[in-house]
């Protein structure tokens, strides 16, 4: 997480659930075995056996074995009989756990009918601007924790975490008084008070 977002990532995951996730993303920014998982996912309940997941995908037994071993071990495949089978529920856990962990969902306790616009900690959606564009902008200033000023590049770099829609939130955020622009419209800082 950027040292930026606001202190309210405080309230995180504990070691274990972080040491998990680490592992498990770890393990799945490999191809051949995010190939592999999903392979056995799209097998269903049956799961498959290595020679069917090495057929299916090209890859030779080694290449099978090791995946499906690192697979099971962090908890993405189980063997049953002689096949195995994705399961998928961990990464879910461990889905929900970052997303509980998120910053903004702190926020949004605070601005709870914000809450259908965010989903994973980026707005998904641009809420009534005319009725919620005063909340949005306070909810995200406090999240990107701007104690000073900034070039408009660190801006963009920063609201990129939020929503790909950059200009939008730029703007909110100058309109509704949480920042400032420069006259040379190129840096931004808080509104004072």
């Known amino acids: 997480m950027r040292v930026w977002l606001s202190a309210a990532y405080g309230a995180g995951m504990s070691l274990i659930a972080t040491t998990r996730a ?25 799961g498959a056996t290595l020679s069917e ?3 299916a995908l090209g890859l030779t037994p080694k290449v099978v074995g090791a995946c499906v071993a690192r697979l099971v071990a962090v908890g993405l495949a189980v063997r049953v009989a002689d096949s195995y089978c994705a399961q998928l529920g961990e990464a879910r856990a461990i889905v929900d756990d970052l997303d509980a962990a998120h910053p903004v969902n702190r926020l949004l306790e605070e601005f709870p009918r914000l809450k259908g616009v965010f989903s994973h900690g980026r707005l998904i959606s641009a809420p009534e601007l005319s009725v919620h564009g005063h909340d949005l902008a306070v909810l995200v200033g406090r999240l990107i924790d701007l104690d ?25 955020l100058v309109d509704e008084g949480v920042w400032r622009r420069d006259r040379s419209g190129s840096n931004y800082e808080p509104a004072l008070g």
């Open 22 to 46: 680490a592992e498990m993303l770890s393990t799945l920014a490999e191809p051949s075995r995010l190939r592999v998982l999903a392979e056995m996912a799209r097998s269903g309940a049956n």
């Open 53 to 55: 997941l090495g057929a």
């Open 148 to 172: 000073g000023p900034a070039s408009e590049t660190e801006i963009n770099d920063r609201l990129s975490v939020v929503s790909d829609d950059v200009a939008l939130l730029r703007r909110l």
